[in-house]
């Protein structure tokens, strides 16, 4: 049986629910993942200061691959801190209707948003010039784009799809534009791969109107931030949410990835056995298509679909299950 090393990163309010739930699963999987712990809860945050963070990037570079739960912000961002420390590039975040959870949106969405995971408005906090003005900077980098748009193109590859990219480039001409053009060139190396480009905004009403004319997304920052927590919303949870995010050498090939879920700390529910773990074993089957293990990959997701489309889920999503019973019935269908 193949062992693959994760270092998982824990949290804070359900952190420690999704852990148990992902640990339980982990022990029903036809290969074996080896977790090595680093509690990046906020007590353990204060007590040692940014040499933890030093160290929990330094085990996700040596051993490649993490899986890290919810944490709340509050003197500082671990998603922003570690995205710096590791040199993350890329966020993907794949949406898609799960039959049996209720929503107001009643058409079939199945989107891959792929996400430029630095740059835009999120770099620079600003300041104000004056009582009544503010101003930030905006930042497009060419690399990161390209790293993007690489990875969209690959995922539309095996996809059999198209790829969609989308900014304000009519508007933001010289930042958003730079994005459009490290895009088109990338596409040129993928011509069996159709590639079209829409305004933000436009892309938004086309999603809700004609779902089926999108599959891989492909964004700077915070339009990639802003389309997957809308599209999470149309398939009626943003807690069913799940995130990657990629580190790339110079050639393009991962050197880190880290998976989780997209959800928050939800600190009213924590410890009451509530949490919903959806989005928690969907970043498993996720990393473990990663590191090749697809077979056990769709398994999971066969399990944890089959379960929900039954009505055999947490009461957030329409069913009646706890968290623990919920992943024990997932557990059951592998």
Do not use: W
Request: glycine share 8%.
């Amino acid at each position: 049986m193949k062992i693959h090393r994760v270092v998982e990163l824990l949290g804070d309010g359900i952190a420690a629910e999704l852990s148990q739930s992902i640990h339980t699963l982990a022990q029903a999987l036809p290969c074996r993942l080896e977790f090595l712990p680093i509690d990046l809860s906020v007590e353990n945050r204060r007590r040692r200061g940014f040499e933890l963070y030093e160290e929990t990037a330094a085990a996700l570079k040596e051993h490649r691959l993490g899986l890290k739960h919810p944490t709340a912000t509050t003197e500082d961002s671990p998603n922003k801190v570690l995205r710096d420390l590791c040199d993350f590039a890329v966020i993907h975040r794949p949406v898609a209707t799960i039959a049996g959870v209720d929503n107001n949106f009643k058409k079939t969405i199945d989107i891959d948003v792929v996400r430029v995971a630095i740059g835009g408005t999120y770099e620079d906090p600003g300041k104000r010039i004056n009582p009544e003005t503010a101003v930030s900077l905006r930042v497009i980098e060419r690399t990161p784009s390209r790293l993007a748009a690489l990875f969209a193109f690959k995922l539309a590859e095996q996809r059999g799809t198209h790829v969609v990219s989308a900014s304000k480039y009519t508007i933001q001409q010289a930042t958003d534009g730079l994005f459009e053009e490290a895009v088109a060139e990338v596409a040129k190396k993928f011509p069996k791969i159709p590639h079209r480009k829409e305004l933000f905004d436009s892309l938004l009403a086309g999603l809700i109107m004609r779902p089926d004319k999108y599959a891989v997304i492909v964004t700077p920052n915070e339009y990639g931030d802003f389309l997957s927590d809308a599209a999470c919303g149309l398939i009626g949870s943003v807690g069913l949410g799940d995130s990657s995010s990629f580190a790339f050498d110079a050639q393009g090939n991962v050197t880190v990835a880290l998976f989780d879920p997209a959800g928050g700390t939800a600190p009213d529910i924590a410890g009451q056995n509530k949490a919903n773990p959806t989005a928690a074993l969907m970043s498993v089957a996720n990393l473990l298509h990663h590191v090749g293990e697809r077979d056990a990959a769709q398994r999971v997701k066969r399990a944890l679909f089959g379960a929900i489309q039954e009505g055999r889920s947490t009461r957030d999503i329409g069913g009646t299950l706890s968290c623990t019973d919920f992943t024990a019935e997932v557990v059951r269908r592998l």
